[in-house]
């Protein structure tokens, strides 16, 4: 494959920057974590590293409200920093995709304060959406549009003490920009040229199928369709003017895009748009043949007229991590099911999260690779009084929070912390050392073995169509055009393999009649 395709059949890291590693002791991760882990990474095998948003932030959404594009939070590091992982990470053949945010900006970003300080009608409250409010005295929000965190109870609008209210579709410290303003897409077109220039070799879209507003903003309830701010037409030209920038500098886009319409979703994919996007139909399925089948089946359907490659998500720094989620009764992903206490079998769940580890790797496409996921961590239950998650307070404190998926990692089983770093910002919990890195360097059966080994012999596949073989119910079993195959029994009862010359890579042992047991992984040679 030519250099310039690499993205296409990459494996990236996603980089959770405050929980990777600390550097400094002060017990939040940073750059010089990330700098002195990146011989681990390069051992990893990895394509490239997504960050998390590194930027200035007041850290009301773990980064996610940006109060400057252009600026590292000094408690990550400095922009020379940043610049010189960028080149060091690049020496080592990773490259680097930032994290851009452009539905929404910090409370604290210049704009919005001089958009506060300008009053009611100025052309300063022209990015935003300021509006007046309904009711006799204008003290109804001016409509009834949901959150964007699922599971919350509070407004997307907020009051201000001159009578305007403002639209914020997360938190109220992350207001919503007007995208049919022309200096909001000058600016973001100006924030890419600033990240090209630094070296980076893609851009991750936050909330990509957001910007666009209705502009009479109406409410969902009478106008559902086209739906007032999800999804709308008006994003394709956005994106194409975006990857104008990106086609100058050979960058790659993966836009953060959830959508149910199949089709829709493919829209963003043409070739004059997104070259990529998150696969979250996968990662939220339950651990089931049929469903597995079927939407490894529907991603490659829907990616293939336009051309894009499909990308393989297990998780992220929002989701409940792979092995909890797999070892519990209900084993799909959904925002409105997330509860605490919700039990798992972890040794269960780790067993298929080896599997799935394999399966995802040997599909055709770029896989994306969590912080931790290659130490098989589990979610932690983080004590109340410790969560930072806006997701949790906005939920009026049902929803656990996405803090259980963002906890600093364990490096060295011996050190104060599992070698984070100092005091970490969120509690790891007991037992945490026993993943740490380390330790699992010097075991063969571990979750980190697994993957290096994997990421390693992973071009034994090539890059060609994945093509399903015949197999029995509960047994997912197909080749790629090199004849090297990948079976995954989900079944109760073991599953006899097919001829082959050689075993490459399975993700447990088999058993003493050579068959592959329940909820394990294989690749072969035919
Ligand atoms: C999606 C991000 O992944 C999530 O962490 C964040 O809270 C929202 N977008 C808002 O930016």
């Keep these: 494959m030519a250099q310039q395709d690499w993205w296409r059949s990459a494996v990236i890291y996603q980089v959770y920057v405050r929980s990777f590693a600390d550097g400094d002791g002060d017990g939040t991760g940073d750059l010089a974590g990330v700098r002195a882990r990146l011989p681990y990474l390069a051992e990893l095998g990895v394509d490239a590293l997504w960050f998390n948003p590194w930027y200035l932030s007041p850290m009301k959404d773990g980064g996610y409200d940006v109060a400057d594009y252009r600026a590292i939070d000094p408690a990550f590091g400095t922009l020379a920093e940043a610049e010189k992982l960028i080149a060091e990470a690049r020496e080592l053949s990773i490259r680097t995709i930032v ?21 009611p009608g100025s ?185 894009a490659p499909a990308t393989w998500v297990l998780c992220n720094h929002d989701i409940t991590r792979t092995v909890t989620r797999y070892g519990r009764t209900d084993t799909g992903f959904d925002f409105a099911a997330k509860a605490f206490g919700t039990p798992s079998d972890l040794a269960l769940g780790t067993r298929r999260a080896r599997a799935a580890a394999l399966l995802s790797l040997a599909l055709p496409g770029a896989v994306y690779v969590y912080q931790g996921e290659e130490l098989g961590l589990p979610e932690a239950e983080i004590p109340r009084e410790r969560i930072e998650d806006p997701m949790h307070f906005r939920s009026g404190g049902t929803d656990p929070g996405r803090d259980g998926c963002r906890v600093p990692l364990p490096w060295t089983a011996d050190a104060p912390h599992a070698g984070f770093g100092g005091e970490p910002w969120l509690p790891q919990p007991d037992g945490w050392a026993a993943y740490a890195a380390d330790r699992q360097a010097a075991d063969p059966a571990s979750m980190l073995a697994l993957y290096r080994e994997a990421i390693r012999l992973r071009p034994a596949f090539g890059e060609g169509p994945l093509t399903w073989l015949p197999a029995p119910e509960g047994v997912l079993a197909f080749t790629r055009d090199t004849g090297v195959r990948c079976l995954v029994n989900l079944a109760d009862a073991p599953a006899e393999l097919p001829a082959h010359s050689r075993v490459l890579l399975s993700s447990g042992p088999l058993d003493p009649r050579g068959r592959l047991p329940r909820d394990t992984a294989i690749w072969l040679r035919a």
Aim: net charge negative; glycine share 6%.
């Design 123 to 307: 052309p300063e409250r022209e990015l935003f959406h300021f509006r007046r409010g309904r009711g006799a005295h204008g003290e109804l929000p001016p409509n009834d549009w949901p959150s964007q965190f699922v599971g919350s109870t509070e407004p997307v609008w907020t009051r201000l003490p001159d009578g305007d209210w403002y639209l914020h579709l997360f938190t109220p410290e992350q207001p919503d920009l007007n995208w049919a303003h022309p200096a909001v897409r000058q600016e973001h077109e100006d924030i890419l040229r600033f990240w090209f220039e630094r070296g980076v070799s893609g851009v991750r879209i936050d909330s990509a199928a957001l910007l666009a507003k209705d502009p009479d903003l109406p409410d969902l309830a009478t106008t559902p369709h086209p739906h007032p701010f999800v999804d709308r037409d008006e994003l394709h030209d956005i994106y194409r003017s975006w990857r104008a920038v990106a086609d100058e500098y050979g960058g790659v886009f993966v836009g953060e895009v959830w959508l149910p319409d199949t089709e829709r979703f493919a829209r963003y994919l043409r070739p004059d748009e997104l070259h990529t996007a998150f696969n979250f139909s996968f990662l939220s399925c339950p651990w089931d043949a049929e469903q597995l089948r079927a939407s490894i089946g529907t991603t490659l359907a829907e990616h293939a007229p336009v051309g």
């Design 99 to 119: 994290d851009i945010v452009p539905n929404h900006v910090s409370d604290q970003h210049p704009w919005f304060r001089a958009a506060l300080a300008a009053g």
